[in-house]
């Protein structure tokens, strides 16, 4: 049996097809492989009514110098898995001295940004390791904070809700959906 080869004549054209063919291959794969690892929201937002982030106790009386310890509660009306929650709070900086920030270890890592502090806000990330996220179905605490008033007059500590720039967000498991939630302030009066 005689072997039969075949030269294949290279042109200009063909010298450029293969790599070009192998680099559409290449992308081609890059795009897929991104999309399945990407969480893509379905919807941008879960609607859920009846789940707040709330202080406790929600009005705070203070003499000057005095210092006193308020929670921040996650109470979901369903339970949720969460990936993580990205907390930002402002106070009035002239009325009120945040001394501590202490996250609770509900989620697997927690950092709290001091640095904000001299921004007026109180920046705490949450996230989750755990593949299936973190279970809260009942009312949570997230974070304790600890306050001394500066002067007397009233103040208030806020949950920050913005549609542009930092806001805080709570993500749910597998979607990757943000949950609409309800928040409340926390009045604080200062004493003379």
């Known amino acids: 049996m005689k072997k039969v080869k075949k030269k294949i004549k290279k042109t200009p054209d063909s010298e450029l097809f293969i790599p070009a063919l192998c680099l ?64 930002l709070l402002s106070f009035d900086p002239n009325m009120v001295s945040v001394t501590k920030v202490v996250p609770e270890k509900l989620f697997s890592f927690s950092s709290f940004q001091s640095g904000d502090l001299a921004k007026s806000r109180i920046s705490v990330t949450f996230l989750e390791e755990k593949k299936d996220g973190i279970l809260l179905k009942d009312q949570s605490t997230l974070l304790t904070l600890f306050l001394k008033a500066r002067k007397p007059g009233s103040s208030e500590i806020s949950v920050v809700l913005s549609e542009k720039g930092p806001s805080t967000v709570i993500i749910q498991t597998k979607t990757s959906q943000k949950i609409q939630f309800e928040s409340q302030k926390l009045l604080i009066i200062n004493k003379e």
């Open 24 to 87: 559409m291959i290449i992308f081609s794969a890059l795009i897929i492989l991104q999309k399945k690892t990407l969480k893509l929201p379905s919807e941008p937002l879960v609607s859920e009514p009846g789940t707040f982030l709330r202080f406790v106790p929600s009005v705070v009386t203070l003499k000057e110098n005095e210092e006193t310890a308020v929670k921040l509660q996650f109470t979901p009306k369903k339970e949720f898995f969460l990936d993580g929650i990205d907390l």
